[in-house]
């Protein structure tokens, strides 16, 4: 129940509001050992994801995620600032994951696994005891033993999701252009220019808000 | 580059954390309890600070062990994330920061080893590149626009909505006049500010998220 109310952010009297989440973007961390002869198979991966772009087409499609990044830090490669810092040693490199998305922690991660599972996989099974995104409930067992809090979350636009924001801006490209048409032409071909607007625009059009609250 | 993806710039950063054995609070927790009373809504600031889309501050205490037959291993130090996801190049942004909340900054980062202040510009995003840490793939969903425009986009949609609502039926003139008011009144509203709550409508809820 705790671990629920945790996901969730409800606010535990121990730790007070947890910083997960901000409005409708529930921000996750997670990191995973991997031995490091195999991070350069995953940067070769990666590399490929990055050029070829309809290698992209899943992780577009799951249209709730509005950034995320994934970071192979080298056993060596963790910042060392000198003074009275002490240089790690390690005897493997990390694999850091972060994400910023729209839903729930259960809804993203059923979704991820059920849409990008192959994907997940090839990103995934480098790191250590990784058990494979399928099925799901090994998969999340894994995901809440590498995630770690967030303990400051910002966004710039809180009530938004990623639909929202793509939404708004093919909102805001289509009154741009009828705003150039209607100071150019007659009433009549205005109220046509107009209809075309309104049909184009009307599935996107659903306004931003609070979100609805778990618990 | 890795770290770009269009327009937006994904800025990763670790600091290590000071480990004084004679510091109460210890310095992780001292910065912890700083994020927990900042603001997260307009008054944050990544909020007054310019171009910042979402942005994250996460102490991480160590590496997690995945258990046998991994081996298990620790970090020397605590590490303070800077995750953000903002626009232009990095230079341009970290000016902004150190411009616009040199004292949020220094609050937050003197709790960090080799931290200059904000105050030293040129020492300060030295020190910011010293500990950033290169995007490996990033992903964003609308890598075109910035924030501003996207705060715009948003209080576009909200306004035509209503607009549209309000003007079914009108013949053809009026809707033509009506619609250059509306569309010069639009320009000529604030910019909403970022992190604010937007428009508020009432919600109902039912039952668990989860």
Not at chain 1, 150 to 174: E, G, M, R
Not at chain 2, 119 to 135: E, H, P, S
Request: with cysteine; proline share 5%; aromatic share 12%.
């Amino acid at each position: 129940m705790q671990e629920e109310m945790w996901r969730a952010g409800v606010s535990l009297p121990f730790r007070g509001r947890m910083s997960n989440i901000n409005g409708k973007v529930y921000a996750m961390n997670a990191i995973t050992p991997m031995k490091p002869w195999k991070t350069w198979i995953l940067r070769c991966i990666f590399f490929l994801l990055g050029h070829i772009k309809p290698l992209q087409k899943d992780l577009i499609d799951l249209s709730f995620i509005e950034f995320a990044r994934w970071v192979i830090v080298p056993r060596k490669g963790f910042p060392f600032l000198g003074n009275s810092q002490v240089r790690e040693d390690l005897k493997y490199d990390y694999l850091l994951f972060f994400s910023n998305f729209n839903g729930t922690w259960n809804q993203y991660i059923d979704a991820f696994s059920a849409v990008l599972s192959k994907g997940l996989n090839l990103v995934w099974r480098w790191s250590e005891k990784f058990p494979g995104s399928v099925p799901v409930t090994l998969f999340k067992e894994y995901i809440a033993r590498v995630q770690f809090d967030t303990d400051y979350y910002f966004t710039a636009y809180p009530h938004a999701t990623a639909n929202d924001i793509k939404s708004a801006h093919i909102v805001q490209s289509s009154l741009d252009h009828l705003e150039l048409v209607a100071e150019q032409c007659g009433p009549q071909q205005f109220a046509d220019a107009y209809l075309g607007f309104v049909l184009e625009v009307q599935s996107h059009l659903g306004e931003a808000g609070e979100a609805p609250v778990a618990g | 580059m890795p770290n770009q993806n269009g327009s937006v710039y994904g800025l990763t950063i670790l600091s290590p954390i000071i480990d004084d054995e004679k510091a109460t609070p210890s310095h992780d927790l001292q910065i912890r309890n700083y994020l927990a009373k900042l603001s997260t809504r307009e008054e944050s600031p990544f909020a007054l600070a310019p171009g910042t889309h979402l942005a994250r501050l996460v102490v991480m205490d160590d590496v997690i062990y995945v258990g046998m037959p991994a081996c298990e291993e620790h970090l020397k130090s605590k590490y303070l994330i800077f995750e953000s996801n903002c626009d232009g190049d990095l230079d341009a942004y970290l000016h902004g920061l150190a411009d616009s909340i040199p004292d949020h900054l220094d609050a937050i980062w003197k709790h960090c080893v080799g931290y200059p202040g904000a105050a030293n510009r040129l020492a300060f995003i030295g020190y910011m590149k010293a500990c950033q840490l290169d995007t490996t793939f990033y992903f964003a969903a609308v890598n075109d626009k910035s924030v501003p425009e996207t705060l715009r986009a948003l209080q576009t949609q909200s306004a035509v909505a209503e607009f549209i609502a309000s003007h079914q039926g009108a013949d053809a003139a009026t809707l033509q006049r009506e619609f250059i008011r509306f569309a010069a009144h639009l320009k000529a509203q604030p910019l909403p500010k970022a992190g604010s709550m937007g428009p508020h409508r009432d919600i109902k809820t039912g039952g668990r998220n989860e």
